[in-house]
């Protein structure tokens, strides 16, 4: 790992990607792959705008369930690995798939939040985002104005908040070092963000116990985010001591 990172000095631009496998270590679960939330679950019956409108009850009760498990969870030393890297260059950009709020309790700063948190809703009429409490009734409304809340999650065919990706999109632009971490690079415009940095020849490097599309062009480091991220944590300081 040491010459991945000779070149790197304190004012190095870095960039990460997160996805679901980061936090499959604190006990929540991924999306696909043998125990993913997709095998026993149908996306477009939980995770599109036209499943809520069809069946509001049954995609809170959903989201009800993943926000207790969330809850419940933990980061782990992934998350305050990142929380470490933060801290040591004056460039960093964390952008996460991730909705369950771990990279926030794990103390990350510049965090952008590509599909929304599990933690929060927005009013169905004129969005307004609401923090919702640890039990929340059944079927929530907006205390502004009484229409039916919905989770602040980007469903599958919604936009991701405009801010949030143009921001993400500038540090995968920008980046000289470009981490993408336990995801499995399937779901765009996400996905795309490590081809762009890639393109404007930035250093990627994976990690992810599996192979994924993108290893074709990342620097693929196999194993569990848990674990590695620690030591390239350790590689990047003493190159900093060093540089
Ligand atoms: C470990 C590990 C360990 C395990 N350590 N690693 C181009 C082609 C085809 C389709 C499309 C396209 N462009 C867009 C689309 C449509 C769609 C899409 O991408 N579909 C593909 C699936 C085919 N995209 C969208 O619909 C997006 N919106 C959009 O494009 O809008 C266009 C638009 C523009 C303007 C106006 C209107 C519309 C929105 C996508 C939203 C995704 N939402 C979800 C669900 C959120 C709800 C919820 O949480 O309930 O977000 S889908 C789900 O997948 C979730 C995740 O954030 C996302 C990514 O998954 P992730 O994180 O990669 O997890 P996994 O499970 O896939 O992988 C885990 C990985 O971890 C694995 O590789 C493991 O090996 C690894 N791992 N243990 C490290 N210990």
């Known amino acids: 790992m040491k010459e991945l990172f000779d070149k790197l000095t304190q004012v190095s631009r870095f960039t990460v990607l997160t996805g679901a496998g980061i936090s499959a270590e604190s006990g929540v679960p991924t999306f696909r792959g043998k ?12 995770a599109t705008p036209q499943a809520f409108t069809r069946n ?10 993943r926000r207790e498990m969330a809850e419940k969870a933990s980061p782990n030393p992934g998350h305050y690995a990142l929380v470490e890297l933060e801290a040591l260059l004056a460039n960093f950009t964390l952008i996460t798939q991730n909705v369950d709020n771990l990279h926030v309790r794990a103390g990350s700063k ?31 409304h907006c205390p502004a104005c009484g229409e039916l809340l919905r989770p602040d999650i ?9 801010q949030e990706m143009k921001r993400a999109a500038a540090a995968s632009i ?22 762009l940095a890639h393109q404007n020849l930035a250093m990627i490097i994976e990690i992810n116990p599996e192979k994924t599309p993108l290893s074709e062009f990342t620097v693929y480091c196999p194993g569990k985010a848990s674990e590695i991220l620690p030591l390239l944590v350790e590689t990047v300081k003493f190159q900093l001591s060093v540089s």
């Open 174 to 195: 920008e980046a000289d070092y470009f981490l993408v971490v336990g995801t499995s690079g399937l779901v765009y415009p996400a996905a795309g963000l490590p081809l």
């Open 154 to 162: 980007v469903w599958f065919g919604e936009a991701l908040p405009e």
């Open 56 to 65: 509001p009850e049954l995609v809170w009760e959903w989201y009800h369930y």
């Open 35 to 46: 125990e993913g939330l997709w095998k026993k679950h149908k996306p477009e019956d939980l």
């Open 110 to 140: 510049n965090l952008l939040e590509l599909h929304g948190n599990i933690f929060r809703a927005r009013c169905s009429r004129d969005g307004m985002v609401f923090q919702l409490p640890s039990t929340s009734e059944t079927l929530p």
